[in-house]
């Protein structure tokens, strides 16, 4: 097969999520700085970029929409990468903090919704008064997360379960009524397999560090405490959005891609499988329709199960590896009222619901009230999360009878019965990687199979947040461009 006459080296990347785009995006800034010249064709089988960056606008009263999102509606601060990139993109004067004045978190206990206590930090007692005067746990539970000051702390570097670690530090009450609607729910995961080194790894570096995760914790927030120099008594966001919605992000990405001569962006485009040129070193993507893409180096954005199916003739084992990360199915509801129906405060993030409670739903969060510009004034919009591990069967219910349920679980827990203003679901099947334990040993061994000039990255592998497949995309990109500097074909 020939090869495309121009003398620049040509990369596809397969698949137009976040993360296929910021590949393309910094395999750009690192071919410039570097001084390589290159072409990147992006594929995309679906009619619309972004993947699961779904954000929808419904007319309202007025020039102010409500603004829905179908998958993610923020990222997280800590980790800088997703902020930086949207810098990088102009976005700066559009980024939008979430209202930090209204920062509380509730978790359904026994029925009824209780504040998590004021410095719990995810999981962490760092103010004593609140959590010993707090109704979510029992007196024995309390002393027995005490007992993480004098507990010794693992030092082997083996992994384990996310219920293993917190049973072992913290105690199972903590665990059913702290760590798994707040660490499992971010991951819609089952913390008797989740991953705690795939998942959160900072636990495990406290515990070594300083020898208990309360000991841990105050010191990170001694350390990282806001500087007074800035507006007085303002807190720095652990979250952040984009005025219009997370699609902003990807809609920019697309929007500066597209100006790029050299980069090639296709919707509609069904990739059937990636497999060697005839005695090349590059790669021929096969497409449903139309001729095949050569390239030079292939990066798979793609969930794992349709990246084993592409790979499988070039990288048998490697295929076999990436089709055995589990999956599971997820969805959201969005519901919106005039606000003078409800007669619910809202004051708050939401409501974490435990397992242990077994509810049909998982969670809620009150839109309007975490961020501003999600809806008009007058009105309040929430968001339900049902399905995943704890209830798959959500996923096959009708519209009707979810909305049902929904309004139920509103009055049952919140006490609303108003009639919605309108309503939007978002279901996501086979969407949601699951970190099980050892996650990373099997992500290295999967890149460790893969033929070289060819990629998997993305929400499977190191992170499923924003800011963790932007991280993911710029350091493929870097190991790229690294590998084809000075190379010749």
């Given at each position: 097969m020939m090869r495309p006459a121009d003398s620049a080296v040509h990369l596809a990347v397969v698949g137009g999520g976040i993360t296929g785009l910021a590949v393309a995006w910094y395999l750009r800034r690192e071919?410039?700085?570097?001084?390589?010249?290159?072409?990147?064709?992006?594929?995309?089988?679906?009619?619309?970029?972004?993947?699961?960056?779904v954000t929808e606008k419904v007319g309202g009263p007025g020039d102010a929409p409500f603004v829905v999102e179908g998958g993610p509606d923020s990222f997280l601060t800590q980790k800088p990468w997703a902020l930086e990139l949207s810098r990088e993109l102009g976005l700066e004067d559009r980024l939008l903090n979430t209202n930090d004045s209204m920062r509380r978190v509730f978790v359904l206990n026994h029925g009824r919704p209780t504040p998590l206590p004021d410095g719990v930090l995810l999981i962490v007692p760092t103010r004593?008064?609140?959590?010993?005067?707090?109704?979510?746990?029992?007196?024995?539970?309390?002393?027995?997360?005490?007992?993480?000051?004098?507990?010794?702390?693992?030092?082997?570097?083996?992994?384990?379960?996310?219920?293993?670690?917190?049973?072992?530090?913290?105690?199972?009450?903590?665990?059913d009524k702290i760590?798994?609607?707040?660490?499992?729910?971010?991951?819609?995961?089952?913390?008797?397999?989740?991953?705690?080194?795939?998942?959160?790894?900072?636990?495990?570096?406290?515990?070594?560090?300083?020898?208990?995760?309360?000991?841990?914790?105050?010191?990170?927030?001694?350390?990282?405490?806001?500087?007074?120099?800035?507006?007085?008594?303002?807190?720095?966001?652990?979250?952040?959005?984009?005025?219009?919605?997370?699609?902003?992000?990807?809609?920019?990405?697309?929007?500066?891609?597209?100006r790029e001569p050299a980069v090639d962006l296709r919707l509609g485009i069904r990739v059937e499988s990636v497999e060697r040129a005839a005695g090349e070193r590059s790669f021929v993507v096969r497409l449903a329709a139309g001729p095949p893409v050569v390239a030079d180096a292939v990066v798979l954005c793609t969930p794992s199960t349709v990246a084993a199916r592409l790979a499988s003739r070039i990288a048998p084992e490697a295929a076999t590896m990436l089709e055995a990360i589990r999956y599971v199915s997820t969805g959201t509801i969005s519901v919106a009222f005039r606000r003078d129906e409800i007669a619910h405060p809202l004051d708050g993030f939401g409501l974490v619901i435990p397992r242990s409670e077994r509810r049909p739903i998982n969670a809620i969060t009150w839109t309007s009230t975490k961020f501003d510009h999600r809806a008009p004034p007058g009105f309040a919009l929430l968001r339900v999360f049902f399905g995943g591990s704890r209830h798959p069967e959500m996923m096959r219910t009708s519209d009707e009878e979810l909305l049902a349920v929904v309004r139920s679980e509103f009055e049952a827990l919140m006490g609303i019965d108003a009639a919605p203003v309108f309503h939007r679901i978002y279901r996501w099947f086979d969407a949601n990687p699951q970190y099980d334990k050892g996650h990373l040993d099997r992500v290295s061994a999967i890149e460790a199979a893969l033929p070289p000039g060819l990629y998997a990255t993305g929400s499977a592998y190191r992170g499923i947040g924003i800011p963790d497949c932007v991280h993911q995309a710029r350091e493929t990109a870097k190991r790229i461009v690294s590998g084809l500097h000075g190379s010749s074909r």
């Open positions: 071919s410039e700085a570097r001084g390589r010249d290159l072409r990147i064709t992006v594929l995309e089988s679906s009619d619309r970029w972004g993947g699961k960056i004593i008064l609140p959590f010993a005067l707090s109704p979510l746990l029992s007196p024995l539970a309390k002393l027995r997360m005490g007992a993480d000051l004098i507990i010794p702390p693992k030092r082997d570097g083996e992994d384990e379960t996310i219920a293993e670690f917190i049973t072992r530090r913290l105690g199972r009450e903590a665990l760590a798994e609607p707040l660490m499992s729910g971010i991951y819609n995961a089952e913390a008797e397999k989740q991953s705690l080194l795939a998942t959160f790894p900072r636990f495990r570096a406290l515990e070594v560090e300083h020898g208990s995760l309360i000991r841990g914790m105050l010191a990170s927030r001694k350390a990282h405490r806001p500087s007074t120099d800035g507006a007085p008594g303002r807190k720095p966001s652990m979250f952040t959005s984009l005025v219009s919605g997370t699609s902003e992000l990807a809609d920019a990405l697309v929007d500066r891609l597209g």
